[in-house]
């Protein structure tokens, strides 16, 4: 899965049956945020449970970007899974402790340090076998706008 707008890019780097890590890498406010719904949206259909989300490239979220992580923690949450960061920048970790969200919205150094909040069982490999692709090794446009 790939999904790109002219300000935010969304790739799977690795998946199994209940869980994916996504990197997510630009800006992450009004303008993307039916993007982000849509294509996390869909990797939750897909029967992901458990999604890990790289945010290292994450250049800007805003309060509508806060509120779209929200909305797909909620959803994970109705499936009894996780939603879990991985290498938040400083001014989203300001804006998690701002507005309270950091124990709604966990965040770990790595990608590696947040796949073991996982159950064993339901980890993708780490690191994956082919950067930049999905679980069939191939990237997949999931829409763009």
Same mark, same amino acid.
């Given at each position: 899965?790939?999904?790109?707008?002219?300000?935010?890019?969304?790739?799977?780097?690795?998946?199994c049956?209940?869980?994916? *890590?996504?990197?997510?890498?630009?800006?992450?406010?009004?303008?993307?945020?039916?993007?982000?719904?849509?294509?996390?949206?869909?990797?939750? $259909?897909?029967?992901?449970r458990?999604?890990?989300?790289? *945010?290292?490239?994450? $250049?800007?979220?805003?309060?509508?970007?806060?509120?779209?992580?929200?909305?797909?923690?909620?959803l994970?949450?109705r499936?009894?899974?996780?939603?879990?960061? $991985?290498? *938040?920048?400083?001014?989203?970790?300001?804006?998690?402790a701002?507005t309270?969200?950091?124990?709604?919205?966990?965040?770990?150094?790595? *990608?590696?340090?947040?796949?073991?909040?996982?159950?064993?069982?339901?980890?993708?490999?780490?690191?994956?076998?082919?950067?930049?692709?999905?679980?069939?090794?191939t990237?997949?446009?999931?829409?763009?706008?």
């Amino acid at each position: 899965m790939s999904t790109q707008a002219h300000r935010l890019t969304i790739t799977e780097l690795s998946g199994c049956e209940q869980s994916a *890590v996504l990197r997510v890498s630009g800006e992450l406010d009004h303008t993307v945020e039916q993007l982000f719904l849509s294509a996390l949206g869909a990797s939750v $259909a897909a029967g992901h449970r458990h999604l890990v989300l790289d *945010v290292t490239a994450l $250049a800007f979220c805003d309060s509508r970007g806060l509120n779209c992580l929200l909305a797909i923690r909620w959803l994970l949450d109705r499936r009894d899974g996780k939603l879990i960061l $991985a290498g *938040v920048g400083r001014r989203l970790a300001e804006l998690l402790a701002q507005t309270g969200s950091t124990e709604l919205l966990p965040a770990r150094g790595t *990608v590696a340090q947040a796949l073991t909040e996982l159950p064993a069982e339901h980890r993708p490999d780490w690191p994956p076998t082919r950067h930049g692709t999905g679980p069939q090794g191939t990237r997949a446009p999931v829409g763009e706008s």
